[in-house]
């Protein structure tokens, strides 16, 4: 189907998969071009999104593969990434 927004766009499979990513337990969601690596057992949280080989958001070394509790993470406990 063209949708006349991109001519000659490629057409890129879409997988949902899981795997592990620098010591998280994630589910990998990809359209060939863009890339999104999130956590179920936190919540949901995107650990990573890629365009092409791009990373678009950091990953603090001393805290990959950590999961913490709700009480430890987010706003008023200070975000952990």
Request: glycine share 12%.
């Amino acid at each position: 189907m063209d949708s006349g927004f991109i001519p000659h766009a490629p057409d890129y499979p879409c997988t949902l998969g899981k795997q592990n990513f620098k010591g998280w337990p994630v589910h990998h969601l990809s359209n060939g071009m863009v890339q999104l690596f999130f956590v179920p057992e936190i919540g949901g949280r995107i650990i990573q999104a890629q365009l092409g080989p791009h990373s678009f958001l950091y990953v603090n070394p001393l805290l990959r593969g950590l999961m913490f509790p709700p009480e430890q993470n987010g706003f008023s406990a200070g975000w952990k990434n």
